[in-house]
Every structure is written in structure tokens, then in C-alpha cells.
């Protein structure tokens, strides 16, 4: 699924023009990518948590060179499935 | 920021009445949730992709009692997330 299915589905069930419906598909991901952006967490019930965490310096290695090197702060995103998403996965049919 | 304040964000960008922007964000999770339940693999671009994962069964431990259970094999949605959006985060 990419997000011309998106838009489909948008166009299919709102009744949106395919127009009017990719500005739409383009808008929701833009709004959750700008409160990403922010630090802010994102929770679609039903769906799950995205979330910004802060992960502090730590040392690694160069799986290649075998190299100690210093990794630096960053701040990376996790999604977390909603619990009842897990439960729709493993418990169908 | 959770799917209300979603909707309403939705709303005012997209110049648009809350009830059709609610109809909006309903039908982008619906369809991307029947999309993982398919165990189809989406692919947004600058966002990120997701796929589901299989997990086989094995031997745990209940951590408060020490007691050994089996854990049944188990599928999990998993998000990675794309290059532009990492990037934006990080800055």
C-alpha cells in the first residue's frame, strides 16, 4: 500500500475528488510529521502511539572496522501498536 | 496530539467542515489498519513504512513469579521510520 491507495481510499469513502483527496492524504501526514517535529507524541487510538525519544550519547562500534566510536545524541521516533491492533492481528479468522 | 486535535487541525488547514475532516482522518486509519490486519506492506514516502513482523513461539518467564510459560508465535506491527522524517526529527 502506498499513498496513492490512500488517496483512493479517501476519495472512495469521504467522497473527496482525487484531487481534493491527495491534498487531504498530504495535510494529515504533514500535521503529524510537524507535531513529531515539535516532541509532541501523536496517540490514534485504535491505531497507536508514535513517539519522540531522546536517547543519550553512548559508545558503539564500526560493526565494519571494529572501531570504538562516540555515538551522539539523538532523537528518534517509535511507534508503539495500539493494543487492540495486536489483538485484530493475532486473533482473526 | 491525539485524533481529536487531529481533526481539528485538519480542519482549519484544510479549510474544511470538522465533520468532513473527522470522515478524513477515520479513513486514513481504517485503511491503513486493514492494510496491516492484510498483512499488506505499506510504504509512505517521507514518512515511513510498516510491516508486520512474525514472531515464533518460545519458553518466558513471568517476571514476578519466576514461573515458566510458553509464549504462543505472535505477529506485531512494526513501524521504520523514512529518511526525511528521521532527519526533521533529529534537527
Same mark, same amino acid.
Given at each position: 500500500?502506498?499513498?496513492?491507495?490512500?488517496?483512493?481510499?479517501?476519495?472512495?469513502?469521504?467522497? +473527496?475528488?482525487?484531487?481534493?483527496?491527495?491534498?487531504?492524504?498530504?495535510?494529515?501526514?504533514?500535521?503529524?510529521?510537524?507535531?513529531?517535529?515539535?516532541?509532541?507524541?501523536?496517540?490514534?487510538?485504535? +491505531?497507536?502511539?508514535?513517539?519522540?525519544?531522546?536517547?543519550?550519547?553512548?559508545?558503539?562500534?564500526?560493526?565494519?572496522?571494529?572501531?570504538?566510536?562516540?555515538?551522539?545524541?539523538?532523537?528518534?521516533?517509535? +511507534?508503539?501498536?495500539?493494543?487492540?491492533?495486536?489483538?485484530?492481528?493475532?486473533?482473526?479468522? | 496530539?491525539?485524533?481529536?486535535?487531529?481533526? &481539528?487541525?485538519?480542519?482549519?488547514?484544510?479549510?474544511?467542515? #470538522?465533520?468532513?475532516?473527522?470522515?478524513?482522518?477515520?479513513?486514513?486509519?481504517?485503511?491503513? %489498519?486493514?492494510?496491516?490486519?492484510?498483512?499488506?506492506?505499506? %510504504?509512505?514516502?517521507?514518512?515511513?513504512?510498516?510491516?508486520? &513482523?512474525?514472531?515464533?513461539?518460545?519458553?518466558?518467564?513471568?517476571?514476578?513469579?519466576?514461573?515458566?510459560?510458553?509464549?504462543?508465535?505472535?505477529? #506485531?506491527?512494526?513501524?521504520?521510520?523514512?529518511?526525511?522524517?528521521? %532527519?526533521?526529527?533529529?534537527?
Amino acid at each position: 500500500m502506498t499513498k496513492s491507495d490512500l488517496v483512493e481510499a479517501l476519495h472512495g469513502r469521504v467522497g +473527496f475528488s482525487r484531487k481534493r483527496s491527495a491534498e487531504v492524504v498530504g495535510l494529515i501526514l504533514e500535521l503529524i510529521k510537524e507535531a513529531l517535529e515539535r516532541g509532541e507524541k501523536v496517540k490514534i487510538s485504535g +491505531f497507536g502511539n508514535f513517539e519522540v525519544r531522546e536517547k543519550a550519547a553512548r559508545r558503539g562500534r564500526n560493526p565494519q572496522t571494529g572501531e570504538t566510536i562516540t555515538i551522539t545524541e539523538r532523537r528518534v521516533l517509535t +511507534f508503539k501498536p495500539s493494543q487492540v491492533l495486536k489483538e485484530r492481528l493475532n486473533h482473526r479468522r | 496530539m491525539n485524533k481529536s486535535d487531529l481533526i &481539528k487541525a485538519l480542519s482549519d488547514r484544510g479549510d474544511m467542515p #470538522l465533520k468532513e475532516a473527522r470522515a478524513a482522518v477515520e479513513a486514513f486509519f481504517t485503511a491503513m %489498519e486493514e492494510a496491516i490486519l492484510r498483512e499488506d506492506r505499506i %510504504e509512505i514516502r517521507g514518512f515511513g513504512s510498516f510491516c508486520v &513482523k512474525k514472531y515464533g513461539a518460545y519458553v518466558g518467564r513471568n517476571p514476578k513469579t519466576g514461573e515458566r510459560i510458553q509464549v504462543p508465535p505472535k505477529r #506485531l506491527p512494526y513501524f521504520k521510520v523514512g529518511k526525511e522524517l528521521k %532527519e526533521r526529527i533529529d534537527s
